[in-house]
């Protein structure tokens, strides 16, 4: 029988890591097979290209450094391209012109997330990018994002021109790595068991209430 208590889930992903952007969706399938088990979802920052520069990087460039060259990608491409659309999802590659650092954006994630809509921001970023091409090294673009979910436009420029919360975003994607994640999007289930991978919805489905029953014998 399920604890009355919220299993904790904290998702660790990136929003430039296309099978996070295909993850969330088959996670958030995964919750609508187990509405019978209170969960209470984080999402955590990670840093898939932490060697990208704050102010980004032409995107030519950075399939050069991370895979020798764009035709080596193109592979790669097509394979995220039709997972994505299994899921009803757009991957649009082409359109992607520059690439983001992504501490802003995971720093709109964490302001987002005192008012509940840190899943809201982050599909809404992932969107921007992969469906979009959508230049995230961009203030404006940021703004708007962050408008688009409710978020005061204004309040949220002020923040991105600040150094606000940059060392607590920072230490959360230290802290993920240096628990050995790796690979993303990862999840950590009661800040004790991880599986790591974009899973089924039957898979993550199976393996929340297995926990959420683990968890309540431990209760």
Request: glycine share 6%; with cysteine.
């Amino acid at each position: 029988m399920a604890s009355s208590h919220p299993l904790q889930i904290d998702v660790v992903s990136d929003v430039v890591c296309p099978w996070c952007y295909i993850g969330k969706h088959r996670f958030e399938r995964a919750l609508a097979l187990v509405q019978d088990i209170p969960v209470e979802v984080n999402w955590r920052p990670f840093f898939l290209n932490p060697w990208v520069p704050r102010e980004g990087m032409s995107r030519e460039d950075y399939l050069v450094t991370k895979f020798g060259s764009v035709e080596a990608y193109k592979g790669i491409a097509s394979r995220v391209k039709e997972a994505a659309a299994e899921e009803g999802l757009q991957y649009n590659s082409e359109r992607m012109q520059r690439q983001p650092n992504t501490l802003d954006c995971h720093r709109l994630i964490h302001w987002a997330g005192a008012s509940g809509a840190a899943a809201a921001m982050k599909q809404r970023l992932m969107e921007l990018y992969f469906r979009d091409g959508g230049d995230l090294t961009k203030l404006d673009v940021l703004v708007q994002a962050a408008a688009d979910i409710g978020l005061d436009a204004n309040a949220m420029r002020e923040r991105l021109g600040s150094d606000t919360d940059i060392d607590l975003v920072s230490a959360q994607a230290t802290e993920a790595s240096n628990k050995g994640i790796s690979g993303v999007p990862t999840y950590v289930f009661a800040q004790q068991y991880a599986v790591s991978g974009a899973q089924s919805p039957e898979q993550l489905a199976a393996a929340i209430r297995q926990l959420a029953t683990e968890t309540s014998r431990q209760a």
